[in-house]
């Protein structure tokens, strides 16, 4: 080997150790940057035998791709999770104490005191103030589940917006990656940029991608629904402005396909919107269908009727909307909301409670205690009685054909209780899950600094080897030059 290569050698390995160098204190400065992914700077020798230096990335596609749905997973399960427990709080949580099943208990036993002494007016009394109580829970808390399936379509509102900002600049970031692809330049920065707006995608729908030439990525969402190809996808939702209970809330469209709600208490959701769709559009209304059930079943059970056979029946203690008692068994939209107690029972409006011991608010056809004994009770009693008489119901409420109001009301707190259980079971599976897929990418793809002052040592050496080979060939070219 001549001086003078070897010269070149121990330039080029000068050379070669500063830009390993930069290298490694990039690792070093963004060691704590949140999708910052580490670098490596290693040598190869190309066809024409010249040794040169690359920079590549410590990427990981599988591992990423775990990542990202184990993300997207623990993100809708979270935001489900979430919705059920404003939904159980309108019930007074854990105890129930705010649930219509609560203050049906109460008024039945009011009743049953009544019904003992039906001479006593203050016992009547309570027993309308027990009723209003009734009432005035399946109002509350039918209004609070719109409020619940409100408050999921404005944050659908505000997960759109986010997710079509987040889409125009993956556009500008991807571009940059092919641009710097394509040219030869460095595209590392852009390709974090890039992951880094994959994992905000994630958690708003779930994403499947393809990296094509050029490191053109293009991503769809877990579905197969196009969100970017060369361009991003319009994401489009209308907001609606208020909730009842036979509101259909809009669907969100992503190229012009309507994305579908998650389904079960262990959701198939992924992402936030889905997720939310299914508070809006499945849980909340099924909880407001098994409301408007108990509360038909109680206006159905206080009815006036000609005789104990239940003759033309007519709305009695319980009123709502309509002037008639609702049909036996058919689900009444919107009912819980507008149940109210008759004023003509209210003594403080001028009515009397002795009309649930007598009857005849609906003229005299319907009154029982014909005599006008203070003791009468048989129709308090019946009244009674029926909160453990089977009734029907209607089977689109999920909570079975037949039941009585007791059990019925009973078992739309165990269904939500049960949903919301499950909910929550699989909400700390798949965060747990979550936080395990983002540590074995981290850890894969992450800086570590021992590793990285570890290679710094190495870069130190290889350093101290090539000054050394250019002080040797210096002293050589001097003795050569002496001699001469």
């Given at each position: 080997m ?6 070149n ?6 050379s ?10 990039k ?16 040598t190869?020798?190309n ?14 596609p ?23 427990t ?27 005191a009544?019904?003992?002494?039906p ?5 009547g ?12 829970s399946?109002n509350?808390t ?11 379509d404005?944050?659908i ?9 987040l ?8 571009d ?12 590392n ?6 992951d ?7 958690k ?20 197969g ?9 319009t994401?489009t ?24 709600p ?9 992402g ?5 769709l ?23 059970m206080?009815?006036?009727t ?8 007519m ?36 009515g009397?409670p ?27 009693q ?8 089977s009734m029907n ?39 747990a ?17 021992d ?5 710094m040592?190495d ?17 050589m ?6 001699a001469v």
């Open positions: 001549t001086l003078s290569s070897t010269l050698t121990a330039k080029s390995s000068l070669n150790t500063s830009l390993q160098s930069q290298v490694l204190s690792n070093i400065a963004n060691s704590q940057t949140e999708g910052y992914v580490r670098r490596d700077a290693s190869v020798t066809g024409m035998g010249a040794t040169i230096l690359t920079t590549t990335r410590a990427a990981d599988i591992l990423q791709k775990q990542m990202l749905s184990a993300q997207s997973q623990a993100e809708g399960q979270d935001t489900l999770d979430t919705g059920l404003n939904l159980k709080a309108l019930l007074g949580g854990n105890d129930y104490e705010l649930a219509p099943s609560t203050y049906l208990t109460k008024l039945r036993d009011s009743l049953q009544y019904a003992t002494q001479d006593e007016l203050s016992l009394q309570t027993v309308v103030s027990n009723a209003q109580d009734l009432a005035n399946l509350t039918s209004t609070g589940v719109q409020a619940v399936r409100a408050q999921a404005a944050s509102k505000t997960d759109v917006a986010t997710l079509n900002d889409l125009s600049q993956f556009k500008t970031v991807n940059s990656v092919v641009k710097a692809t394509v040219s030869g330049g460095d595209p920065d852009a390709l974090d940029q890039r880094q707006l994959l994992s905000k995608i994630s708003i729908v779930g994403v499947a991608t393809r990296v094509d030439g050029n490191n053109d990525m293009s991503v769809y969402t877990s579905d629904t196009v969100l970017f190809d060369t361009e991003a996808r994401v939702f209308d907001p609606t402005g208020g909730y009842a209970a036979a509101t259909t809330g809009n669907s969100v469209y992503i190229d012009g396909v309507p994305y579908q998650g389904s079960g208490a262990n959701t198939t959701a992924q936030s919107i889905a997720a939310n299914q508070i809006r559009d499945v849980v909340a209304p099924k909880m407001q269908e098994q409301l408007d059930e108990t509360a038909r079943a109680v206006i159905t206080f009815s006036e000609t005789d104990s056979s239940g003759s033309d029946p709305p009695g203690l319980f009123v709502w909307s309509d002037t008639q008692t609702p049909d036996d068994g058919v689900l009444e939209s919107g009912i819980s909301s507008s149940i109210a107690v008759n004023t003509a029972y209210v003594t403080s409006e001028g009397t002795t009309l649930l011991r007598d009857g005849g608010y609906n003229g005299s056809a319907y009154v029982w205690n014909t005599s006008g004994a203070s003791g009468y009770s048989t129709l308090l019946s009244y009674a009685d029926s909160f453990d008489d119901f209607d089977t689109e409420a999920d909570l079975g054909d037949t039941s009585s109001v007791l059990d019925y009301a009973s078992s739309a707190n165990g269904w939500l209780e049960s949903y919301r259980s499950t909910s929550d079971s699989a909400n700390e599976t798949k965060a899950l979550s936080q395990r897929a983002t540590e074995a990418y981290q850890n894969k793809t992450g800086v570590n600094l590793e990285e002052l570890s290679r040592l870069i130190e050496q290889s350093y101290k080897a090539s000054s050394k080979l250019i002080t040797a060939v210096d002293d070219l001097q003795a050569l030059l002496e």
